[in-house]
């Protein structure tokens, strides 16, 4: 089992740039495709980002396709978020999440069972 570690979050002004960071470990990290979900207050967890195991296929919610981009080490078992051009939308705690199965795809984030971090809050100020 996966355990996932999410840190990085905090407090920034619109337009600033933060780095998430999600730590794994209890697994083979490199093995499983990994993901960045977000929610705000009163709505339901969504899909913000994804990226296959081997790194080859990254795709983006509409929302923050050209802001963010998810990568990864797979030597540091460690998922990354660089979220650029921050706006208030993006206020939400972040979630780090491991597909369960290994060599999963990226596609396929959305709807296969995850293990999940705790979160972190980010906030977006004007």
């Known amino acids: 089992q996966i355990q996932l570690v999410e840190s990085g979050g905090g407090l920034v002004q619109s337009g600033d740039s933060l780095r998430l960071s999600c730590a794994a470990s209890?697994?083979?990290?490199?093995?499983?495709?990994m993901g960045w979900f977000r929610q705000a207050p009163g709505k339901e967890r969504q899909f913000v980002a994804a990226?296959?195991?081997?790194?080859?296929?990254?795709i983006y919610s509409d929302s923050v396709k050209g802001r963010f981009t998810i990568s990864r080490d797979n030597a540091k078992n460690t998922l990354y978020l660089q979220m650029n051009n921050t706006k208030l939308e993006d206020t939400a705690v972040y979630y780090c999440?491991?597909?369960?199965?290994?060599?999963?795809?990226?596609?396929?984030?959305?709807?296969?069972?995850?293990?999940w971090g705790q979160g972190t809050q980010v906030t977006v100020s004007s």
């Open positions: 999440a491991a597909d369960r199965r290994p060599h999963g795809t990226a596609h396929a984030m959305g709807t296969v069972p995850k293990y």
């Open positions: 209890g697994g083979s990290f490199s093995r499983y495709a």
């Open positions: 990226i296959q195991w081997n790194g080859l296929t990254r």
